[in-house]
Nanobody, 120 residues
């Protein structure tokens, strides 16, 4: 059974930075795409950043230029560096592992989520 455990959430002031981590266990991480999603109350979960098994990345328009996704296959970990955070970035952030390695692959596993709060 694959487990994904996020860490690094918290409270930050507008304009600040946070770095999220997601450690995966239970399978060979390197063959799969992984991603970060976020969700606020009453809204659908939305993809924020996505990285394929061969390290290609894509981002939601709202975070382009501010967020960076990366992966370390040796550590079975995916990261999300978030800079210039704004109140609208506040959400529960979830990491995901997907069925395949490329783009447009469905989510197979979710992490439990980590709260990001942006407030002065």
């Amino acid at each position: 059974q694959v487990q994904l455990v996020e860490s690094g959430g918290g409270l930050v002031q507008p304009g600040g930075s946070l770095s999220l981590s997601c450690a995966a266990s239970g399978s060979d991480f390197s063959h799969y795409a992984v991603a970060w999603y976020r969700q606020t109350p009453g809204k659908q979960r939305e993809v924020v950043a996505y990285v394929t098994s061969d390290f290609k990345t894509t981002y939601a328009d709202a975070v382009k230029g501010r967020f960076t996704i990366s992966r370390d296959n040796a550590k079975n970990t995916v990261y999300l560096q978030m800079d210039d955070l704004q109140p609208e970035d506040a959400a529960v952030y979830y990491c995901s592992r997907h069925y395949g390695g490329g783009f447009h692959s469905s989510v197979e596993y979710w992490g439990q989520g980590t709260q990001v709060t942006v407030s002065s």
